[in-house]
Structures are given as C-alpha cells and as structure tokens.
C-alpha cells in the first residue's frame, strides 16, 4: 500500500501504559509506574515533552485499571492553581501547563494485561490508519543533541518504513530485551532481518536489543491481530515486527543518547542521579 504525502507524517505518539510494574512493587500498588517522579516530573510527562520535541502533540494514552493519575496529570487542577496563584511555587507549574496547553490526549482501557503487542493493537482506536509513534515511558531517553524520537521521526522521513530503537547491550542481559539481527546499511542504521524476544544470552542473534521507542506503520494492527502469544503467554510487538521485517520493512536505529530503564530500580536510581547532575549544571 503506498501512502499519500499527508498521512507520512507521523502526528500520534502511543504510550502504552497499562502494564502493572510489579518490579516496583509496592510503589505501583495504587501508583501508575508511569506516575513515578524523576526529581519532581513524572516519567509519563519526559515522555510526552519528548514527542512535543519531535513535533508531535497528539498522545494518544492505553492505560488501565488503577492508571487514572495519568490522566488527572494532564489536565488543570482548578483548586491547585487557585491556591498557589501569585505565590513563588507558580512556577513549579509551568512545564505542565505549557505540555496541557500543547497538546491533545485520549485514553483507552487495556482491560486484561496480555503484553504490549496487544497493548498497541488497544491503540488502534486512537491512531486510525496512519503511521505512529510508541514511547514507552519508563524507557527515560535523553538524547545526545536532538530528542530520541526526533532523531527516529528524522529518519522515517527518509526510509518510510518501521524503525525500532536499539541499544548495544551486555550479552548476558538479552533475556531481558527484544533482540535484532540485520545488515548495517547506514551508520547505525541495520535493516532488520531478525528479531527474537528474550533470547537465552547462547541464543542471541546478537547483543542489539530494542529499548522503549518505536515507529510504527499501521499495517502492523492486522498482523498483531494475527499474531499468537510469544514469551511468557503475551502478545508480543517483537513477534509482529518480525513479520514486517520479513517484508524488508523494518529498521533498527542505535540512537545518541543515554537511556534508563526506570521500571528497574536500579537505573530509576542512576537516572534520578544523572537528572540532578544534569539540573544542576543548568542552575550554576
Ligand atoms: P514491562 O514489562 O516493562 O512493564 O512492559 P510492566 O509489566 O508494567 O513491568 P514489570 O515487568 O511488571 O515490572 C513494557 C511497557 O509495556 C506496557 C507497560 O506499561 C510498559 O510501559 N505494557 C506491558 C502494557 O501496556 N500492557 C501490557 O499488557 C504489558
């Protein structure tokens, strides 16, 4: 299918955020994971400044059971506003009311947790036919220059086709990740000829797995729709993918940039360090 000019651009980003961040527990008992702060903004909120970034400002948000913060997050809370007007905190609420102020939101309900390929296919109602970003937010990206999915919005403009993030990783960790193997056809640009979830560290490919951004064509709806439970009895976006990559239709981009993986505590942790360093050099 050849898509015309207009529906190239990518104008929704997908925030998967309905999974129940056991790693977290008991934080995320009643608290969303993507509620979680990194200093004072949550996780879901770098997310979406980061698809501000790449020009986009329709989010489009799966949550579900117990995720209702996400969605009191990004709207105006009257009884704050009145209470803190004129004093020194206002200010504390810039970032947000700019965010609220640029973009549109929607939600809707993953009502039974069957992995994040059918977290995306739940998506499906909010994005429509055209071609679409995924954050996942506890994936926190800082890129090197230019923001992560700018970089990958960058690069779909040219390629027109699916594109995954992926980040060199030590080989015994590729039980943790979606792994790729393919032919490097740019500087850090593999087409992607095959992708397996999880693999045992003597059965991967290779150390290339796939972090928490995604460019995603629509065609993908359908063959998640024909997709079996993978890994662990989900869904799995990595499974559907490799359909399109058997097509030649997906890329896998090692992107600049420094990633955290804050549904583990352990780079939640570093990310909150590197954040604070970060803020601090800017106040100096
Ligand atoms: P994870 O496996 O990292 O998230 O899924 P989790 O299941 O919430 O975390 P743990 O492992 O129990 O600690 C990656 C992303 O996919 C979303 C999650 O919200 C997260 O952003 N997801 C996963 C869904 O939205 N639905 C699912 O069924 C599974």
Do not use: W
């Amino acid at each position: 299918m050849k898509l015309d000019m207009k529906q190239q651009l990518i104008k929704k980003c997908l925030f998967p955020a309905a999974g129940y961040g056991t790693r977290f527990l008991p934080a995320t008992k009643a608290t969303p994971k993507e509620m979680l702060p990194v200093l004072t903004k949550p996780l879901i909120q770098y997310g979406v400044e980061e698809a501000l970034d790449a020009g986009i400002s329709t989010m489009a948000i799966v949550t579900g059971r117990g995720k209702r913060a996400i969605e009191d997050h990004f709207d105006i809370s009257y009884e704050l506003e009145h209470q803190i007007k004129g004093t020194s905190k206002e200010s504390l609420l810039e970032e947000i009311r700019s965010v609220i102020t640029k973009c549109t939101f929607s939600y809707t309900r993953q009502t039974e947790m069957k992995g994040l390929g059918h977290a995306i296919l739940c998506g499906e109602t909010l994005i429509g036919n055209e071609p679409f970003a995924v954050i996942l937010a506890d994936d926190l990206c800082k890129g090197d220059g230019k923001g992560v999915l700018a970089q990958m919005v960058a690069l779909y403009k040219e390629y027109q086709c699916s594109i995954v993030a992926i980040e060199e990783i030590h080989k015994e960790e590729t039980n943790k990740y979606g792994v790729i193997d393919g032919e490097l056809i740019a500087d850090g640009i593999y087409r992607v000829n095959n992708m397996v979830e999880k693999p045992d560290p003597k059965d991967a490919p290779t150390n290339l797995a796939i972090i928490g951004r995604y460019i995603l064509t629509p065609d993908i709806f359908d063959i998640i729709r024909d997709t079996k439970p993978g890994k662990g009895g989900e869904i799995q976006i990595t499974d559907a993918l490799l359909e399109q990559a058997k097509q030649g239709k997906v890329l896998a981009y090692k992107f600049k940039g420094k990633r955290f993986d804050c549904g583990s505590v352990d780079d939640f942790v570093e990310a909150t360090n590197y954040f604070y360093a970060l803020q601090n050099i800017r106040n100096k």
